[in-house]
């Protein structure tokens, strides 16, 4: 029984380019979740899926983060032209409960964007 | 607007006595919270958590206490132990709301 996977567990980019964040669920779980923690925060809701459909994306803070689950397994977070502000660390969690219950965390990406 | 916060960003606690983390909530929406304890470079585990038709919840040396009137909650570890040095985030979720809220967390160290 693997946990929740996430890579690469550290990106480092440049200002303006393009990264991609792959996380990969406990199996079977239909709930997938994307949070992101700041230095000396909590984790702060980005976005959440329910099987292939993203159920609720309102933490998401601009049009350049967009985020995937095609298959209702895998989910992959894009971010788009990144700023210096991005960087995070970016938690994936995945749930078989009611939503909003018991969420597992995966060790999350550090992203550092220079 | 902080929904969950947690005022202590840290407590320092003697081993084998009491460690008491507090959490306050402003949402009275929330219908279930839950602990979460964080190690550097890992990501957050569950811990204990409790529904509002209860006002206590015990696991082990794990007691979380909901006071819904004061819409506050607590995380009592008895007795603590090196091993619960971390980072402890109070969440709450409810009100149709299908995502947990997070505070801002309160760094434990437990001394021998």
């Known amino acids: 029984g693997a946990g929740v996977s996430q890579t690469p567990s550290n990106k480092v980019t440049e200002k303006g380019k393009y990264v991609e964040l792959r996380c990969d669920p406990i199996s079977g779980h239909t709930a997938l979740y994307w949070y992101r923690q700041s230095l000396g925060q909590g984790p702060e809701f980005l976005i959440y899926?329910?099987?292939?459909?993203?159920?609720?994306d309102s933490g998401l803070p601009n049009d350049r983060f967009f985020a995937v689950r095609p298959e209702g397994s895998v989910s992959t977070l894009k971010i788009q032209r990144t700023e210096r502000g991005d960087s995070a660390v970016y938690l994936c969690a995945s749930s078989a409960y009611r939503a909003g219950e018991k969420l597992f965390f995966g060790s999350g990406t550090q992203l550092s964007v220079l | 607007d902080q929904q969950v916060k947690q005022n202590s960003p840290s407590l320092s606690v003697q081993e084998g006595r009491i460690s008491i983390l507090n959490c306050d909530y402003t949402?009275?929406?929330?219908?279930?919270f839950l602990w979460y304890k964080k190690y550097p470079a890992e990501g957050p585990t569950f811990l204990i958590s409790i529904s509002s038709i209860k006002d206590k919840n015990e696991d082990g040396r794990f007691t979380v206490f909901l006071n819904k009137s004061a819409k506050h909650l607590s995380l009592h570890i008895v007795p603590s132990q090196p091993g619960d040095s971390a980072v402890y985030f109070c969440a709450a979720s409810g009100g149709g709301a299908q995502k947990l809220v997070f505070g801002q967390g309160t760094r434990l160290t437990i001394n021998p």
């Open positions: 949402n009275s929406m929330f219908d279930y």
């Open positions: 899926f329910q099987g292939t459909g993203a159920a609720d």
